[in-house]
Every structure is written in structure tokens, then in C-alpha cells.
């Protein structure tokens, strides 16, 4: 999943979209870099981010959808029912959700009427103030649980459960150790018998693994990293900034496996 924030403010991508036609042309690129979706979205959540009205996010991201929808698979990120509406009517196939249906009452319908997958994804807090020292008694089992109740919410306002894929999320309401633990015990997240989708591209957890404590963003590399060791333990969707990079390095990843597979396999 390619990731196309057209936004002044994104954390590591900021402005760097926000022209349309700039967009425009990252969409396009990444899915010919080899991205399987495009996730658009016309607000920040990065930490301290206050939010923009539904109005301006659909002046953000309007265009965007008209001139690529029917052309490269989209998935809209948005936690409104009003952006979710215009993106599926132009094309979007998926909603991405941070707030995992608790934002906007209204999304949950327009997500089952709309007939399109949805991603639901943890995040303890607002963005606003999420990162100030956020604590678990056991991070894994908090984030679990917490997606169970909600892919079961989500279910119960007839969306159906094969069209859900779940998210810890990733940097949301978490310490560096939480991000590396939660990805360290895929398994228990997997146990809910839904793809999970991964977000670490650049996050700033991995610049300050790295060392650097005042970090806001994480290097190509580092995020690569945590992008295999995530696909090793089960994860399908990795939401990346560096398309081609992470479509490389996930296609050696997967010959490995394959080459596994294979030797596994009966004669
Ligand atoms: N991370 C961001 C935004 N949306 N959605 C999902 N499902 N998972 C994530 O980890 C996730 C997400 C934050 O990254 P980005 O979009 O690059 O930045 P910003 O929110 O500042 O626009």
C-alpha cells in the first residue's frame, strides 16, 4: 500500500504531495513501482496534528481521486463519513480508518452501503496529545483486544468480517518499545483471523533506534527493515512511502519463503 498524503503537514512527507498534480504523479509511480493500492489522505495524524475540516480534506483529495480512480486501486484515509462517501462514489475500494469506527458515527454505514473494504486500526488517544507517555500493562494483548472489539463493532453494523483487515498502529499512542513488541508478536494480532496491515514506513521510532532521541522521521532503510521482519511474521499489507524500495526488498523476502515452501513440498 503506497501512501500519498496530500497534506502540508504529514510527518515525513509534508507538501511533498500536496499539489494535485504532484500526487497525481507519486499515484501513478507507485503503482508502477508495484504497489497493489494507493492509500490518498487529505489530513495529518502525525503526533500534535489538530485536524482539518471534511470540507478542506475533500478539496485536498478530490482531484487526486478523479484523475487516477478507474486507473490504479485506491483506498481513501480518512476518519469521515463525508470523504469516505465522495472517495467510494469516485472509485476508492477501501477505507482506511485510524480511529477504527469511533470518529464519525456515520462512517460505519456508508462503509457497508458503499460495499468496500475497511481497515481498522488502534491508536490510543488523539493525535493531538497520543504521544505523551503512553503506557500498557501488555501492549499486544491491549491492541488485540481492542481490534476484536472493533472488527466484532464493525461486523454488527453489517460490514462483512472478510472485508476487514486490522492494524496495530503503528506510532499511534505508542513508545519505540511498543511499536518493535507489537511487531514482535504478530502472531497474537493474527489470531483474529484477519489480514493485518503494517505501518512503519518512516515512523519516528526507527530515527531514534538509530539514535537520535529528537528523531521525527525514520530512514528508507530502517523502515524497509521493519517492513520484512513484519511480513515474516504475517503481515500482507505494508503501508510504505518508498514504494520501489519495499517491493524490492519484499520479493527476496518472499523468494525465501517460496524456496521454503518449495523444499517443504512432497516429491
Ligand atoms: N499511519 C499514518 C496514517 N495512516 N493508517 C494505517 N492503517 N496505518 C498506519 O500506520 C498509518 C495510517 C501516519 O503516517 P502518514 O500518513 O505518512 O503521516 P500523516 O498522518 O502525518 O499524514
Do not use: C, H, L, W
Given at each position: 500500500m503506497g501512501v500519498v498524503n496530500v497534506?502540508?503537514?504529514?510527518?515525513?512527507?509534508?507538501?511533498?504531495?500536496?499539489d494535485p498534480a504532484d500526487a497525481i504523479g507519486s499515484a501513478r509511480r507507485m503503482a508502477a513501482d508495484g504497489a497493489a493500492l494507493v492509500d490518498v489522505g487529505g489530513e495529518s495524524t502525525r503526533p500534535g496534528s489538530e485536524g482539518v475540516s471534511a470540507g478542506e480534506e475533500l478539496r485536498r483529495v478530490v482531484r487526486v481521486l478523479e484523475a487516477v480512480a478507474g486507473e490504479l486501486p485506491l483506498s481513501i484515509d480518512t476518519t469521515k463519513a463525508e470523504v469516505a462517501r465522495t472517495a467510494i462514489d469516485l472509485g476508492a475500494e477501501l477505507v482506511n480508518d485510524v480511529t477504527a469506527l469511533r470518529g464519525d458515527p456515520a462512517l460505519a454505514e456508508v462503509v457497508a452501503t458503499g460495499g468496500v473494504y475497511l481497515c481498522l486500526m488502534h491508536m490510543r488517544g488523539?493525535?493531538?496529545?497520543?504521544?505523551?507517555?503512553p503506557h500498557y500493562e501488555d501492549v499486544v494483548s491491549e491492541v488485540t483486544s481492542f481490534l476484536e472489539g472493533r472488527l466484532r463493532f464493525a461486523v454488527g453494523a453489517?460490514?462483512?468480517?472478510?472485508?476487514i483487515a486490522l492494524d496495530p498502529g503503528i506510532?499511534?499512542?505508542?513508545t519505540l518499545q511498543h511499536n518493535f513488541e507489537l511487531v514482535r508478536r504478530l502472531d497474537v494480532v493474527l489470531s483474529l483471523g484477519r489480514p493485518v496491515v503494517i505501518g512503519f514506513s518512516r515512523k519516528r521510532s526507527l530515527g531514534r533506534l538509530l539514535?537520535?532521541?529528537?528523531?521525527?522521521t525514520g530512514s528508507v532503510a530502517a523502515s524497509v527493515g521493519a517492513a520484512v521482519a513484519a511480513y515474516e511474521r504475517g503481515a500482507t499489507i505494508l503501508r510504505v512511502h518508498d514504494v520501489r524500495e519495499h517491493v524490492e526488498a519484499l520479493a527476496a523476502a518472499h523468494a525465501v519463503a517460496d524456496a521454503g515452501a518449495a523444499a517443504a513440498a512432497p516429491r
Open positions: 497534506t502540508p503537514d504529514s510527518f515525513s512527507d509534508g507538501g511533498v504531495n500536496y488523539e493525535p493531538r496529545t497520543m504521544q505523551s507517555d453489517g460490514i462483512p468480517e472478510e472485508r506510532g499511534f499512542g505508542k539514535g537520535d532521541p529528537e528523531a521525527v
